[in-house]
C-alpha cells in the first residue's frame, strides 16, 4: 500500500508549531526585485534585512547567503537554519503581510546561532515599528 505523497503547501506540523512551507518563501527574480525596488532597511554587523508590504495572505522570506559570507557550505546553511528558524518563529502567527530579503554579512560566520537570532529578533521588531509608524 502506497502513502499519498504531501506537497508542501498542504504540510502541516503538530498543532500550535510553526511551519515554513513553500508559500513563505520568495522564489522568483522579480519578487526579489521589487523587495530590492523600495526597501524597509534594517541593517547591525550581522545582517541587512530589506522589506516590503506584499499583497498575498502571509509574510515571504528570501536569503542571499552568498560564498563571500562563509566559503563552506556547512557555514551558509548553518546561516539559512538561523534565519529561516527565526523567521518561522516570528512570521507563522503575525498577520503582516511582508516579503523579506536577509543578507548576512561576514561576521554572521563566526557569531554563535545564539547572537544571530538576537540579531534578527530586533530587525523584525524593527521593520515592524517603521511599517507602523
Known sequence: MMAAA??????????????????HKLRK????????????VSS??????LARLNKVNNSRLGMAVSRQVDKHAVGRNRIKRV?????????STEKA?????VLPRRETATTCNKR????????WSQLESELEG
Open 83 to 91: 534565519i529561516r528558524e527565526s523567521f518561522r518563529q516570528r512570521y
Open 97 to 101: 503581510c511582508l516579503d523579506i530579503v
Open 29 to 40: 527574480a522579480i519578487e526579489f526585485k521589487r523587495v530590492f525596488k523600495k526597501p524597509i
Open 116 to 123: 544571530l537570532f538576537r540579531s534578527l529578533q530586533g530587525h
Open 44 to 49: 547591525d554587523p550581522y545582517f541587512k534585512v
Open 6 to 23: 504531501v506537497s508542501a503547501e498542504e504540510k502541516v506540523g503538530p498543532p500550535g508549531k510553526a511551519v515554513f512551507t513553500i508559500k
